[in-house]
């Protein structure tokens, strides 16, 4: 397979910054995991700089920064938590130009919503209901966790830890 042109490359690397990952891959927001691998590896052959060794100087810098990227937008949209963080960015100002690390501090950021609660009443019961857990008073902390699936009754999280207390009870009686 013939490298790509130095010319496409400069040009490309001129337009990367303004690029977000769907862009960059050359497919839709909606398009499913099978074609975002494709696309990735159709776009991982075409800057590769193996394929590319014709490349040398700034050229060969901007290839591999477009490689860097293309491997970026993959490692974001193949997995489904970082990319709802990425295109919850992407409507914002400069949201096209979110990375890697940012949509990962939004991911985590939102599993730890998940676990610690959403609402102020979500957390605060779940915390009172961790404060029993350490006191050993299984029943306030399963009344308490179930206000605070009252606040929040989606809450996978906060159900696993009501029926984990439920079972304790029933063991314990």
Do not use: C, W
Request: hydrophobic share 40%.
């Amino acid at each position: 397979m013939a490298g790509i042109a130095a010319a496409e490359i400069r040009a490309m690397a001129a337009l990367l910054d303004d690029l977000d990952y769907y862009q960059l891959l050359e497919i839709d927001r909606e398009a499913p995991a099978s074609v975002v691998k494709r696309a990735y590896y159709q776009a991982t052959r075409r800057f590769h700089p193996d394929a590319n060794r014709h490349l040398r100087g700034a050229d060969r810098t901007a290839l591999e920064r477009i490689a860097r990227r293309v491997s970026e937008a993959y490692q974001v949209l193949r997995d489904a938590r970082r990319r709802r963080a990425y295109d919850g960015q992407l409507g914002t100002a400069g949201g096209s130009r979110m990375r890697l690390v940012e949509a990962e501090a939004k991911a985590s950021q939102q599993a730890l919503d998940d676990h610690l609660g959403k609402t102020p009443n979500g957390r605060r019961f779940f915390n009172l209901a961790r404060a029993d857990i350490d006191k050993g008073d299984m029943q306030a902390a399963a009344r308490n966790m179930k206000m605070a699936l009252t606040f929040e009754p989606q809450n996978s999280f906060f159900r696993e830890k009501l029926d984990a207390l439920d079972g304790a009870l029933r063991h314990q009686g």
